[in-house]
């Protein structure tokens, strides 16, 4: 079939990137095309082993994407990554999953001088939303979606950037970062309380003043209705997720009562001891 052949084709210039390169920016488009096809129409599913040699292959090629039409094959290729970021095929494997993240992070540092991005913020808050019965899916897909916040930010790409163009309440994103705040596991806490303290920085310039604003409101929220719960351990919660934020966004220091609730802990020595 017609999809067989294309998929041969581009076997053959993997297999052969030296000899493709200098005509890299002709092949960037119909390859991204391909490779980002629904499911149902390229057979192949998810973030597949060709997928992941076409991220290969990008990194290794010279070339950037620059004019319009390359910039919009380049959006369209990050965006399809992001989407199957989680994808280990049908296992959880740590690796696979750093692996993952790892190609996207170095394609958008690779690109990001030539490329505007615009990432659909949607499928990142999908995985900080996502609560299904497999308690093993739903921790790596929450951290699957804290891991892209942090590459995006790294990488210095508004994360939101679409819902700003198109007027669209950024509520959602904020509501599914801040939430992963409370998740049960503080290997969803403490990365999530990084990326925040990033993301508020300052200096980053990612998100405009409102949004901050919003997220900074949700999180001394939360935080207060943690350390409400006056439990050792609701307390050691509020005090990791409040250090690891302020590490990066002092400014959430600034409220008088955040500086008492964290005065108030300093005289418990179970507290300190954990």
């Not at 129409?41 to 992941?52: D, M, T, V, W």
């Not at 999908?126 to 892209?148: E, F, H, M, W």
Request: glycine letters at 4%; aromatic letters at 10%; one cysteine or more.
């Amino acid at each position: 079939s017609d999809i067989n052949v294309r998929w041969f084709i581009l076997r053959l210039v993997i297999n052969r990137f030296s000899l493709f390169e200098p005509y890299g920016k002709d092949w960037f488009g119909p390859i991204v095309k391909l490779v980002t096809l629904p499911e149902e129409e390229n057979n192949a599913i998810g973030f597949h082993y060709l997928l992941r040699d076409v991220c290969c292959l990008f990194l290794e090629w010279r070339f950037s994407p620059e004019g319009f039409r390359v910039n919009e094959h380049a959006n369209m290729f990050m965006n399809h990554l992001i989407k199957v970021a989680a994808d280990t095929g049908g296992r959880t494997e740590t690796a696979r999953l750093r692996s993952n993240l790892g190609l996207i992070s170095q394609l958008f540092i690779k690109w990001k001088e030539t490329t505007e991005f615009v990432i659909d913020p949607e499928p990142i808050i999908d995985y900080l939303n996502c609560d299904v019965p497999d308690a093993k899916i739903t921790q790596t897909s929450r951290q699957v979606g804290i891991q892209l916040v942090m590459v995006l930010v790294e990488a210095k790409i508004r994360p939101i950037k679409k819902f700003e163009r198109s007027g669209d309440s950024p509520e959602a994103f904020v509501d599914a970062l801040v939430s992963n705040l409370a998740y049960k596991y503080v290997r969803v806490v403490r990365p999530t309380a990084e990326v925040i303290g990033k993301l508020l920085d300052k200096e980053t310039n990612l998100i405009s003043k409102n949004v901050a604003r919003d997220i900074v409101r949700a999180v001394r929220r939360h935080l207060s209705t943690v350390y409400a719960q006056q439990s050792l351990q609701s307390h050691a919660r509020f005090l990791e997720s409040l250090v690891a934020i302020a590490m990066s966004f002092q400014s959430l220091l600034d409220e008088k009562s955040m500086i008492r609730k964290l005065m108030s802990l300093l005289g418990n020595e179970a507290l300190w001891k954990r």
